[in-house]
């Protein structure tokens, strides 16, 4: 009986120290994961951060791009109003010298004018 209590007793000092040792193993995995949570934590925020910073540079930029468009349509409103003729300022009547150059150009190239009879 003394025998089986000591074998008990040395059993059990052998599962305090495997568990101990257990215990040990656990707590470095755990400091070790915590240090590893830490550094992803820390690289997240650092992205985020640079994320953020190039979300508002875009819409700095897109605001600027808003201001620029807007700026060209009104200097383009301006630039067409200026340039703007009055109707009795212009005629579309061709002049004895553009009637002359009309049928020099025709009898030039005959085939882009239609004439079928035209010789190549």
């Known amino acids: ?22 215990r040990e193993a656990l707590r470095k995995e755990l400091a070790n994961m915590q240090r590893k949570m830490a550094e992803f934590e820390e690289e997240v925020r ?3 951060k640079d994320f953020n910073m190039a979300l508002e540079d875009g819409r700095r930029t897109e605001r600027k791009l808003a201001a ?3 700026n060209l349509e009104i200097s383009l409103d301006n630039a067409n109003s200026d340039i703007q ?6 005629s579309l009547e061709f002049t004895p010298i553009h009637t002359k150059r009309q049928r020099q150009v025709t009898a030039k190239f005959p085939q882009h004018f239609g004439h079928r009879n035209a010789k190549y």
Do not use: C, F, G, W
């Open 1 to 22: 009986m003394q025998l089986a209590i000591k074998t008990t007793v040395v059993l059990s000092i052998a599962q305090v120290v495997e568990t101990e040792a257990n």
């Open 46 to 48: 650092v992205r985020e």
């Open 85 to 90: 003729v009055p109707r009795d300022t212009y």
């Open 68 to 70: 620029d468009r807007h």
